[in-house]
């Protein structure tokens, strides 16, 4: 509940409070209003952050007077990609409509307006929800393009200081930006509370946006669209080369431009857009003339062919084959032409080299690129000082609401700010550019042309003050320990950060505070190779020896893509399987380690954890996971099995869990883990990866992937404060013989009907063995060395067979799995 800035809780006096004590503003439940597109997917979210919500919309004509709700809860179960961390959590959305449920908003402590984009319909329903929000609340709306500040003026006095636009970028789930913009009536503190949820409650990056119209990503984005739009018929170009050229190889979200347009919508896009055209003017913008809507555009629109969702845009898929629209002759012609490979080449040239080989390239896809770039440079300058604070929020915005590596001050920046300065003005001379709108004064002279650019140790300009202005200071930004930066801004870098305690090119142990220790895995994708395992164990021993706890963390994504099944491969061609067999042994070794270290060893995680990575988590005292990581025991892919204890892990959760019940079945308790280590599953979301069994209930779920390490931290440090002790070793009773026959006569029915193969039946059994013990009667007790040996049998056997050689030689060649 919100409480005034002065009542801090436990009496700590304003300013003194650290990011512990953020908690001022409690978010007890969220309304949703409107259960559309936006609307229930941001309840989806609120319950995968465990915010209990009541999503709202207009009661249904016919049928039970929730049904409009109802319906669209039960869509986003089939939504891809999935809104929800698992499906069955759609349940927990809290349906009500406006005639039945108003006195709900009472109970809330936030409220997200996201319906229809019509100025009129919102301001009716304020009126009509004003009297029964409660009298703390944030009420907030998910506007793309009207004016926050038009919309507070509907409301009584009472609700105007606390209502503000909250912007959510689709599919809320994923995208990390949210918008958050302020009226002239907004209370300051009130953005501050509201920042401090998005941010560490639903795990968003906020960047503050002024009340312009569509705010400032999808000002500049959207306008990056249209300027690209009318280069690519300036230049004759078709889409599927465009999309090569503006995906990937440009730094952009991969979908490229067109294939991006057809994703989002076409008749999203052209409401967007129609809000440019309508809310601006010559006089506002001097882009205007180029906001038309393209011809092709308004053809598709015409067609119905809205994109995705209408299975075609600018292009289609016909069965296997992929076609673009065409204009001339109002067909769909085959596509899937690529770049000229000289642009590619060029593309992965330093910044400066790279935008001057664009600018003087004679061809029309180099003219191309430079010119999309020229004009983002010249759109984002012109408009910085109207639609945002600095031009952090603006390279921020671009980069998490439109998935883009670098915005665009950033990448001028690192190419040479005044160099390129020089080629955008030559080219407004020249009459190429979008607009004769000559670049801002603070451009070239004062202190962005003196520091060499935008962003800089001291902050990021504000063209208003003519400063370089630090990051917002929040409490809740402590929490950030290695925020994502901007190219040349300045703070702390994980890489160089703190006191080293040894670094060698696959592994950096480190500490920030002397009491917990850091291990950052610094090989490709963070593979555990040998080398991997031993500077984990000299962490351990350090860890022992001077530090209350030891953090896996290694600062990007992702957590670990697994073994590093290449590095052993000289050993086996040299020394045979025996190579595998020491491998796999000192790995397993190595995750014993980390269980029995007498401090605790948290993983913090965050996208992949397969395989060995997965296994190196479930080793660990405790899990921190952020919201989107995709643990799995994916070994099978490759013809193997788990072979770093996984399976042993099975076989022991299966009997923890069986000693809590009164069921003393062990089959029952070990089929879910056999089955998802012989299927590779892999959780698509952290809660998924909970369902599956690889995180307890005790792991932590961390909505912002920002704050895993200092979670992390904080729960090594608790852990050791409690009194923290290794788990005892301990025999633990295993399924056995019979429970293994049962399963493999599934596997038989399986391998009959057709959906295995003979070599997945073989691997399939092999994990049945693991987990169920071999050959001992039901409730043996072992040890985990002991199963851990038939894990490397079983490994070191399908090692050697030809069908897993196969399947590694082709995961190591091409990426992709071999059916076999
Ligand atoms: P939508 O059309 O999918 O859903 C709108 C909802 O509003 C529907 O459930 C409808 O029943 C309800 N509604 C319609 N008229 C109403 C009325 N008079 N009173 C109360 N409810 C009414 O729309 P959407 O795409 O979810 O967009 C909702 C809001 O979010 C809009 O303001 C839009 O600009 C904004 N937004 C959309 C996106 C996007 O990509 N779709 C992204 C960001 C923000």
């Known amino acids: 509940m919100y409480q005034e800035r002065d009542q801090r809780p436990g009496g700590a006096p304003a300013g003194e409070g650290k990011a512990r004590t953020m908690n001022r503003f409690q978010v007890k439940k969220v309304a949703v209003l409107g259960a559309g597109v936006m609307g229930a997917q941001i309840a989806a979210h609120l319950v995968n952050v465990k915010v209990p919500v009541v999503l709202f919309d207009l009661p249904a004509k016919e049928g039970p007077k929730n049904g409009i709700v109802t319906k669209a809860v039960e869509g986003l179960k089939k939504l891809k990609p999935s809104p929800l961390g698992v499906a069955e959590d759609a349940a927990l959305i809290q349906p009500a409509n406006y005639e039945e449920h108003l006195a709900l908003l009472g109970e809330c402590d936030l409220v997200i307006e996201a319906i229809a984009e019509r100025m009129d319909w919102k301001l009716d329903l304020y009126k009509k929800i004003a009297p029964h929000v409660a009298k703390h609340a944030i009420v907030a709306s998910n506007t793309s393009g009207l004016s926050i500040t038009k919309l507070s003026e509907a409301l009584p006095e009472s609700i105007k200081p606390r209502f503000c636009g909250i912007h959510f970028f689709n599919p809320p789930r994923y995208m990390y930006l949210v918008e958050l913009i302020a009226t002239p009536t907004t209370k300051p503190e009130i953005l501050d509370d509201l920042e401090t949820f998005v941010t560490s409650g639903l795990g968003k990056g906020v960047v503050r946006a002024k009340d312009t119209p569509n705010f400032i990503a999808n000002r500049v984005g959207i306008a990056g669209m249209l300027a690209t739009m009318r280069e690519v018929e300036k230049f004759g170009l078709t889409y599927d080369v465009v999309d090569d050229l503006t995906g990937k190889k440009l730094g952009r979200a991969s979908s490229g431009t067109f294939r991006t347009a057809d994703v989002v919508g076409l008749d999203t896009m052209a409401h967007v857009i129609k809000t440019l055209q309508d809310t601006l003017s010559a006089e506002t913008d001097p882009f205007y003339a180029s906001f038309g809507t393209p011809p092709v555009l308004s053809k598709l ?265 290449e590095s052993t491969l000289p050993a086996f061609i040299a020394v045979g399987v025996a190579a595998i067999e020491d491998a796999e042994g000192f790995m397993q070794q190595t995750m014993l380690r980390l269980r029995y270290a007498s401090v605790p060893v948290v993983s913090a995680i965050r996208g992949l954890a397969l395989g060995g990575g997965c296994e190196l988590a479930l080793y660990s005292a405790k899990r921190v996971v952020a919201m989107e990581s995709y643990i799995g025991l994916v070994e099978v892919g490759v013809g193997l099995v788990p072979g770093a204890g996984g399976l042993t892990y099975i076989a022991r959760r299966a009997a923890e869990n069986s000693a809590t019940s009164t069921d003393k079945d062990l089959l029952k308790f070990v089929t879910e883990g056999f089955t998802a280590a012989a299927m590779a599953k892999v959780g698509t979301s952290a809660i998924e990866s909970r369902k599956l069994g690889y995180l307890l209930d005790s792991d932590i779920i961390v909505p912002n992937k920002d704050e895993l390490l200092y979670v992390a931290i904080q729960q090594a440090k608790a852990l050791y404060d409690s009194g923290y002790r290794a788990p005892l070793k301990r025999l633990f009773p295993v399924a056995g013989r019979n429970a293994k026959a049962t399963i493999q006569g599934q596997l038989v029915n399986l391998r009959d009907g057709g959906f295995a193969s003979a070599h997945d039946f073989h691997i399939a059994s092999l994990i049945a063995n693991v987990v169920t013990g071999g050959d001992v009667d039901a409730n043996t007790l072992v040890t985990e060395e002991y199963l851990m040996t038939l894990e490397r049998r079983a490994f070191c056997e399908l090692v050697q067979h030809p069908k897993t050689q196969e399947r590694i030689l082709g995961m190591l060649s091409t990426g992709k799995p071999v059916r076999n």
């Not at 769909?332 to 330093?350: C, H, I, N, T, W």
């Not at 915005?397 to 390129?420: I, N, T």
């Not at 030559?426 to 009459?431: K, L, R, T």
């Not at 009491?515 to 164990?537: D, F, N, R, W, Y």
């Open 301 to 565: 629109l015409e067609k119905g062919f809205l994109g995705q969702k209408a299975k075609a845009g600018f292009f289609k898929k016909v069965g296997r084959d992929i076609l673009r629209f065409e204009l001339e002759s109002e067909e769909y012609v085959p596509a899937g032409q690529k770049a000229d490979e000289v642009y590619g080449r060029m593309l992965k040239k330093p910044a400066g080299e790279r935008l001057k080989l664009l600018r003087n390239s004679t061809g029309p896809q180099g003219q191309f690129l430079w010119s999309i770039l020229r004009n983002s440079f010249h759109y984002a300058a012109v408009h910085l000082a109207t639609i945002a604070d600095t031009a952090r929020d603006v390279d921020q915005a671009m980069r998490w609401g439109f998935g883009m590596k670098q915005g665009p001050f950033e990448l001028w920046q690192e190419a040479g700010w005044l160099q390129v300065a020089k080629w955008i003005q030559e080219d407004i001379d020249a009459g190429k550019a979008l607009s004769k709108a000559p670049l801002p004064k603070w451009v070239f002279e004062g202190p962005v042309a003196e520091a060499g650019g935008v962003h800089t140790e001291q902050g990021s300009f504000n063209p208003t003050t003519g400063q370089f202005q630090p990051r917002r200071v929040l409490p809740v930004y402590e929490r950030q320990l290695f925020p994502e930066l901007l190219r040349g801004e300045g703070g702390p870098r994980f890489e160089t950060a703190g006191t080293t305690l040894h670094e060698d090119k696959n592994i950096r142990l480190w500490t920030l505070d002397n009491e917990v220790l850091i291990a950052s895995l610094k090989t490709k994708m963070h593979t555990i190779s040998p080398e991997v395992c031993e500077g984990l164990q000299q962490a351990v021993e350090m860890a022992e020896k001077d530090f209350q706890g030891m953090v896996v963390w290694s600062g990007d994504e992702p957590f670990s893509a697994g073994a590093d099944l």
